[in-house]
């Protein structure tokens, strides 16, 4: 069966770090642009990070850059997501996607997901203390 499968979330103290892993089954993740999204209750869904199946280009949201690192192991068909200096306002489910060849930013700025070919259940992320 293809499906991603998303592992790592948890409940986390204000400043600490937590890495998320997209793991693929079923298809290879060489070509695929890959990005994280995150929703909170009550918003909208937003584009994370995101990189390219290529050269490694990425994608941050301003509300995450510095702080996340998006990588990619395509030995191990799986995706990263480093998250550190964790705040509160980071709670939410946090999804990971697959596109096709998209390219990076186009795909991490989009509202609907019709768009994207493979996408998992979630993980949920808490900052709290």
């Known amino acids: 069966q293809v499906q991603l499968v998303e592992s790592g979330g948890g409940l986390v103290q204000p400043g600490g770090s937590l890495r998320l892993s997209c793991a693929a089954s079923g298809f290879t993740l060489d070509y695929y642009t890959i990005g994280w999204f995150r929703q909170a209750p009550g918003k909208e869904r937003e584009g994370v990070s995101c990189?390219?199946?290529?050269?490694?280009?990425?994608y941050y949201a301003d509300s995450v850059k510095g702080r996340f690192t998006i990588s990619r192991d395509n030995a191990k068909n799986t995706i990263y997501l480093q998250m550190n200096s964790l705040k509160p306002e980071d709670t939410a489910v946090y999804y990971c996607?697959?596109?096709?060849?998209?390219?990076?930013?186009?795909?991490?700025?989009?509202?609907?997901?019709?768009?994207?070919?493979?996408w998992g259940k979630g993980t949920v992320v808490t900052v709290s203390s």
């Open positions: 996607a697959a596109m096709l060849l998209a390219p990076v930013q186009a795909m991490c700025v989009m509202r609907s997901m019709r768009g994207m070919d493979y």
């Open positions: 990189i390219s199946s290529s050269d490694g280009s990425t």
